[in-house]
């Protein structure tokens, strides 16, 4: 597989020196320089979804990874379902929060995991990142264990949910997590400053995995090859699917499933009062917004790092502008969405709920809608439960950490306090 930074023609990376490296030069995104084009969709769309997956993913990777290490990085990465569910005559959703931390999340983060740990070699890692929630869970757990690679994740403390929470700093071992006196511009701040510091950024073999990682992309690629093999024949000539958006790496990666050869017809970018892009696709202005808290707050984003993504895979000619529509959807309608869907018997949450609304109101006679589910309910469960005025059960996962003890070290909002505590803890 070869990848081109968007912002350097010359800066070029095969697929396992784009998942060491994150970013390119001057910050540029990794794009494929063709995305290859599969003969046989119908077929594949038979197979069970590891099986499956592999072909897709070798189709991407062309000579990369050999069969062995692909087959084992999918087989332990992939071990949850992604199942459809209808929730009208013409509409369903792929629930995409099977995985260990209840998001969409855990599908880039435990595939990028599997495959730092095997190209790695043995190799000392450390990773690095913030979070506000539903990533540092899903990298945490996709770390957790992994020989070799430490895991260093800063959050705000007190202002993400204890659940959130409890999810990324019971684990221990590897994972070595920080609360941060400050909020997350001042987490993600620190973070940048550890980048720019040579005795951190090499001296602990830095890496970020962040959403922009081609890696987690990959990934995604996967579950809507899965969704569409479970829709029923006709469903399938006419689909349209919602993806509740915040960075755009969800919508990227099924851009790419279309350009690849599956079957849909157009996709809906559904977005909260962070509507850079619907406005940007209505106009041709691209005006980012200060950006405004939510209910929805994973898509608290006016400024997707992974549009010139999209905007390369259009100018490219893998997608007809035409086909991509952008809804915004204020926070009234979200909650009109979650009280239709619990009255059609489907228990909800803000993000799957924006996408249900702006698919549901853009939907043609004729057409079969399918939105994207990308965390469980109950990761918001104090929204749900005031939305819908009943009382929501946990689920298994989010039982058990509730009742442990959070092994967060909590420090000052500095990063010289910062860098003494990663070398006394990693070096
Ligand atoms: C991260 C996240 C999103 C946004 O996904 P992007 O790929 O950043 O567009 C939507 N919903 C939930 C629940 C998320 O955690």
Not at 293 to 320: C, F, H, K
């Amino acid at each position: 597989m070869e990848l081109v930074n968007l912002k350097d023609a010359q800066d070029t990376a095969t697929f396992c020196e784009a998942v060491q490296r994150g970013l390119g030069k001057q910050q540029g995104l990794y794009f494929p320089t063709e995305i290859p084009t599969l003969e046989n969709v119908p077929a594949l769309l038979e197979l069970p979804f590891a099986e499956r997956s592999i072909q897709v993913l070798r189709a991407l990777l062309g000579n990369e990874l050999n069969e062995g290490e692909l087959e084992s990085i999918v087989q332990a990465a992939f071990t949850f379902s992604a199942p459809v569910v209808p929730v009208q005559d013409n509409i369903a959703t792929l629930e995409l929060f099977h995985g260990p931390t209840l998001a969409f999340k855990d599908f880039g983060g435990r595939f990028m995991a599997q495959t730092l740990a095997r190209i790695s070699a043995g190799k000392p890692i450390t990773i690095l990142t913030a979070t506000s929630g539903d990533t540092g869970a899903a990298v945490a757990d996709a770390f957790h264990g992994i020989d070799n690679i430490n895991v260093v994740i800063l959050f705000p403390k007190g202002k993400i949910s204890d659940l959130q929470e409890k999810l990324f700093t019971t684990l221990g071992d590897n994972i070595h997590t920080v609360a941060v006196e400050g909020d997350f511009d001042a987490c993600q701040s620190l973070v940048k400053t550890a980048f720019d510091d040579p005795d951190i950024r090499e001296g602990l073999h830095l890496n970020s995995a962040n959403s922009i990682n081609i890696s987690r992309l990959l990934a995604q690629v996967c579950y809507y090859f899965e969704a569409v093999s479970q829709l029923p024949a006709q469903a399938r000539e006419q689909l349209v699917v919602s993806v509740p958006s915040g960075n755009f790496g969800n919508l990227t990666a099924g851009i790419i499933a279309k350009a690849m050869g599956l079957p849909i017809k157009r996709f809906i970018a559904a977005t909260n009062m962070n509507d850079t892009v619907p406005r940007y696709l209505k106009s041709g202005e691209w005006a980012p917004k200060s950006t405004v808290a939510t209910m929805s707050n994973a898509m608290d984003v006016s400024q997707p790092n992974n549009w010139p993504r999209i905007e390369a895979l259009i100018e490219r000619g893998y997608l007809d502008k035409a086909s991509l529509k952008g809804e915004c959807v204020d926070e009234d309608y979200t909650q009109i969405a979650m009280r239709q869907l619990a009255q059609a018997g489907y228990t909800s949450e803000p993000h799957a709920a924006i996408a249900y609304r702006a698919l549901s109101h853009d939907l043609q006679e004729g057409e079969y809608g399918l939105f994207l589910g990308t965390a469980h309910p109950a990761k918001f469960r104090e929204t749900v439960e005031n939305v819908l005025g009943q009382p929501l059960s946990l689920p298994k996962a989010l039982a058990e950490v509730a009742g442990k003890d959070s092994l967060a070290v909590t420090l000052p909002s500095s990063y010289a306090e910062l860098k003494r505590y990663m070398l006394d803890s990693l070096a």
